[in-house]
């Protein structure tokens, strides 16, 4: 009896260490999105909704603008950012990097995702999709989504549906593989260099290697380059925020935006835009 007593002990030690978030005192549910990014309703099961917060005693007063101020008492939307991106894109590369900055400010409260540009055509012998920069862009592409794939298929490894930050390691594998200029995506050796530093694994079957030369990485281009003609996305990059189209960097420069940059620059301007739609998602009414 002692030893089944220590043992249901250390299960559930082991249950509360993983529900509990490694920075602040933030419970945070990873909500599904539709294909634009907009937040879908998620249902749980019945264990799952036990580990959720009552939230019916809460009243109007806890409108929240300012990320800090939830508490951990509170089940949190994140806000969806969806990238219509080319990974040897010139512009993309840009602005991943301004993004990456923003997300400095507010990586805790968002949901990051990537939409390539690229049109099928069953004719191109590689892959059976055209990419504006040539098949060294597919081949980033496909890198950077098998990155993504891989990253997605570990998080629904986990039974708990609290988890923290699961686009970070996808995140950095792309910032890493633009560290070398915009040809660098998509090269053997930056893929294998960039998954170990991030810490995806690159070897074996369930590896990005396996992922990138396998059927897997094409149908995963293919996948993206339909999202993103339904999407409407012309140019990379588009930036999506909340499901709502916000600006887009073309020609070295921001167009069509509805973000303050030129007030308050680019990386005050997203970060604004960013917790006000937070702010807006995470209203609690009684």
Same mark, same amino acid.
């Given at each position: 009896?002692?030893?089944?007593?220590?043992?249901?002990?250390?299960?559930?030690?082991?249950?509360?260490?993983?529900?509990?978030?490694?920075?602040?005192?933030?419970?945070?549910?990873?909500?599904?999105?539709?294909?634009?990014?907009?937040?879908?309703?998620?249902?749980?099961?019945?264990?799952?909704?036990?580990?959720a917060i009552d939230l019916s005693s809460k009243?109007?007063? $806890?409108?929240?603008?300012?990320? !800090?101020?939830?508490?951990?008492?509170? &089940?949190?939307?994140?806000?969806?950012?969806?990238?219509?991106?080319?990974?040897?894109?010139?512009?993309?590369?840009?602005?991943?990097?301004?993004?990456?900055?923003?997300?400095?400010?507010?990586?805790? &409260?968002?949901?990051?995702?990537? *939409?390539?540009?690229?049109?099928?055509?069953?004719?191109?012998?590689?892959?059976?999709? *055209?990419?504006?920069?040539?098949?060294?862009?597919?081949?980033?592409?496909?890198? !950077?989504?098998?990155?993504?794939?891989?990253?997605?298929?570990?998080?629904?490894?986990?039974?708990?549906?609290?988890?923290?930050?699961?686009?970070?390691?996808?995140?950095?594998?792309?910032?890493?593989?633009?560290?070398?200029?915009?040809?660098?995506?998509?090269?053997?050796?930056?893929?294998?260099?960039?998954?170990?530093?991030?810490?995806?694994?690159?070897?074996?079957?369930?590896?990005?290697?396996?992922?990138?030369?396998?059927?897997?990485? !094409?149908?995963?281009?293919?996948?993206?380059?339909?999202?993103?003609?339904?999407?409407?996305?012309?140019?990379?990059?588009?930036? &999506?925020?909340?499901?709502?189209?916000r600006c887009v960097r073309d020609d070295?420069?921001?167009?069509?935006? $509805?973000?303050?940059?030129?007030?308050?620059?680019? &990386?005050?301007?997203?970060?604004?835009?960013?917790?006000?739609?937070?702010?807006?998602?995470?209203?609690?009414?009684?």
């Amino acid at each position: 009896m002692l030893g089944l007593y220590l043992f249901a002990l250390i299960v559930a030690q082991s249950l509360r260490i993983q529900a509990i978030p490694q920075r602040g005192n933030e419970l945070e549910v990873v909500f599904r999105y539709d294909i634009a990014g907009r937040p879908l309703q998620t249902q749980h099961s019945a264990q799952e909704t036990s580990m959720a917060i009552d939230l019916s005693s809460k009243s109007k007063t $806890d409108m929240v603008s300012d990320p !800090e101020s939830l508490t951990h008492q509170q &089940i949190k939307a994140r806000v969806p950012i969806l990238l219509g991106v080319m990974s040897q894109c010139p512009d993309a590369l840009y602005c991943e990097d301004v993004f990456n900055r923003v997300l400095s400010y507010v990586e805790n &409260i968002v949901e990051m995702d990537l *939409t390539f540009l690229a049109k099928i055509n069953v004719s191109e012998p590689t892959y059976g999709v *055209t990419c504006r920069h040539g098949v060294g862009e597919c081949t980033g592409n496909i890198h !950077e989504l098998c990155a993504i794939h891989q990253t997605d298929q570990t998080d629904m490894a986990f039974s708990l549906p609290i988890v923290r930050n699961r686009w970070r390691k996808w995140w950095d594998f792309v910032m890493c593989s633009n560290e070398g200029g915009r040809w660098e995506p998509g090269k053997e050796a930056v893929g294998k260099e960039c998954a170990e530093r991030v810490g995806l694994q690159y070897s074996g079957r369930e590896g990005l290697k396996q992922c990138i030369h396998g059927d897997q990485g !094409e149908e995963l281009l293919k996948s993206s380059a339909r999202r993103t003609a339904k999407l409407g996305i012309t140019n990379s990059c588009t930036v &999506i925020i909340g499901g709502k189209r916000r600006c887009v960097r073309d020609d070295e420069r921001w167009k069509d935006c $509805d973000v303050p940059i030129e007030e308050f620059g680019e &990386i005050d301007g997203f970060v604004k835009v960013i917790r006000e739609e937070y702010g807006r998602l995470n209203v609690i009414s009684q």
